[in-house]
């Protein structure tokens, strides 16, 4: 979903005492400041949420994105409860592991890792520290296969060594199977 | 107690043992801009990226 950026009086105020007070060393780097930080706030028009909550503020739609030292702060406003557009990722293995994705709380997997701790890193992706929602997980498998026997396995064994911890920590996602 | 001395010691949890006067002082600096920026937004006083533009002009000639 396209947002609208707008800049607060009181940024654009700091970030003009800031560029006018590095000018006085270098003006290169003046401009390069205004630049970055005019840059950083434009690609805000998608996928605002991507920036780290600010610990100093009480609400978890004031986030921030580093601008060279400086901490661009910002403000998501929130969404109604229904929406008519989503933004969606298309991932392959690749977004698997080491990413964090806890601004989504949508997953559905088409392809099953035959590996239970595979499909658990990949649930970890979105449920992790700082998602808000409840998560949902669709696992996508065509039962009477080969596969299918797989992964029933799999799951099996997820639900009795993952679930129960994850269910612990609050997840309340559904683990769907066929 | 008071809501400005709830934030501070608020502010005073999320910070480490060894935190310096100095450090104490940045994150409740930074903590008013926090609240100024958002009196801006509720007040309008807000630019668009176009009015930036204008505004920075002179930074972001070629």
Same mark, same amino acid.
């Given at each position: 979903m396209a947002r609208t950026v707008r800049w607060s009086e009181a940024a654009t105020r700091d970030l003009e005492e800031a560029a006018d007070f590095i000018a006085r060393d270098s003006q290169y780097y003046a401009a390069a400041l205004v630049r970055d930080a005019r840059a950083t706030a434009r690609s805000?028009?998608?996928? /605002?949420?991507?920036g780290r909550i600010v610990?100093? /503020?009480? &609400? &978890?739609?004031v986030r921030e994105i580093p601008v060279k030292s400086y901490r661009l702060i910002y403000w998501v406003a929130p969404d109604g409860v229904t929406r008519d557009e989503a933004q969606v990722l298309v991932a392959t293995e $690749? $977004? !698997?592991? !080491?990413?964090?994705?806890?601004?989504?709380w949508f997953m559905v997997n088409y392809d099953i890792p035959w590996n239970p701790v595979r499909l658990e890193q990949r649930m970890g992706r979105i449920h992790?520290? !700082?998602?808000?929602h409840d998560c949902l997980i669709f696992n996508f498998v065509a039962v009477n296969t080969r596969e299918g026997r797989v992964v029933s396995a799999g799951i099996g064994q997820l639900s009795v060594q993952v679930l129960a911890a994850f269910q612990a920590a609050g997840l309340r996602g559904l683990l769907t199977q066929g | 107690m008071n809501a400005a001395k709830e934030e501070v010691l608020r502010l005073l949890d999320l910070?480490?043992?060894?935190?310096?006067l100095e450090d104490i002082q940045y994150h409740i600096y930074v903590r008013q801009k926090i609240d100024h920026g958002l009196e801006d937004v509720e007040a309008g006083r807000t630019l668009s990226e176009e009015e930036f533009d204008q505004r920075m002009a002179k930074w972001l000639e070629p």
């Open positions: 805000l028009r998608t996928l /605002a949420e991507r610990p100093e /503020a009480r &609400s &978890s739609n $690749a $977004a !698997g592991e !080491g990413i964090n994705l806890q601004f989504c992790r520290y !700082g998602q808000e | 910070l480490p043992e060894d935190a310096s």
